[in-house]
């Protein structure tokens, strides 16, 4: 395993430990999150995890955590969600996050807000000072509206594409949207752009988490750290 799968396995292992016998656990998407989802797994199959009902943030995670052999239902079904373990592509100082890399941001923003507690797994190379610095920002459209929310992003002064899949057909959300990936050099405000964003009509979700995320477990050539809220 290349050192970098290597990290991003280590972190999502890690984040298992706090989950407990009996909770509903949101099941986060990404190349990171598996190897969650696959770990929950495997402590279901041991018996040192028991009852626990996993909810799913996109279809592709659904397949690998009814692989892993992991009870599902959805958010009709609860009242809440105990806790999340999702991966993301840029964590910032305050722990604010860019999602939505792998286009399950809406669905991933959802099952976030309905958590009780929300713990992001990432390697090292994801943490930066501030956002926008190493990733573009995702932002889920409707189809009617792709060619205006983009001139209206490139307002803002970012550089924007719409997404496309390696065929070269539109990528399309798990909702049928599209995605424009708006690339700015650094978001200095990220709460003051995320207002813009949700002011819009024709943007469905975007991929600026702000405030969200309770617990970062980071996966370095040092180790594994553990950031927190308020925790510096």
Same mark, same amino acid.
């Given at each position: 395993m290349r050192e970098r799968e290597?990290?991003?396995?280590?972190?999502? %292992? *890690?984040?298992? +430990?706090?989950?407990?016998?009996?909770?509903v656990v949101g099941l986060g998407s990404g190349s990171t999150a598996k190897y969650?989802?696959?770990?929950?797994? %495997? *402590?279901?199959? +041991?018996?040192?995890?028991?009852?626990?009902?996993?909810?799913?943030t996109s279809n592709a995670t659904k397949r690998i955590a009814e692989a892993s052999g992991i009870p599902l239902t959805d958010l009709n079904n609860v009242s809440k969600i105990d806790l999340t373990i999702d991966g993301a592509d840029e964590v910032d100082r305050n722990l604010n996050l860019i999602k939505g890399g792998g286009g399950a941001l809406l669905r991933e923003k959802i099952v976030a807000q309905a958590s009780?507690?929300?713990?992001?797994v990432v390697d090292e190379s994801k943490l930066s000072e501030v956002l926008g610095e190493k990733f573009f920002l995702p932002v889920e459209v409707v189809p009617f509206a792709?060619?205006?929310?983009?001139?209206?992003l490139e307002s803002l002064g970012a550089k924007v594409v719409l997404r496309k899949k390696n065929s070269g057909k539109v990528f399309l959300t798990d909702e049928k949207n599209y995605i424009l990936d708006a690339k700015f050099k650094s978001i200095e405000n990220p709460l003051e752009l995320a207002v813009k964003l949700n002011e819009r009509a024709g943007i469905?979700?975007?991929?600026?988490?702000?405030?969200?995320?309770?617990?970062?477990v980071s996966a370095g050539k040092s180790g594994v750290k553990i950031l927190k809220k308020n925790s510096g």
């Open positions: 290597k990290m991003k396995k280590e972190a999502a %292992e *890690k984040a298992v +430990d706090f989950v407990e016998s009996g909770m969650a989802v696959i770990k929950l797994g %495997e *402590k279901l199959k +041991d018996g040192s995890l028991k009852n626990i009902v996993g909810i799913p009780e507690k929300e713990i992001i792709a060619e205006a929310e983009k001139r209206f469905v979700e975007h991929g600026l988490f702000i405030g969200m995320a309770d617990v970062v």
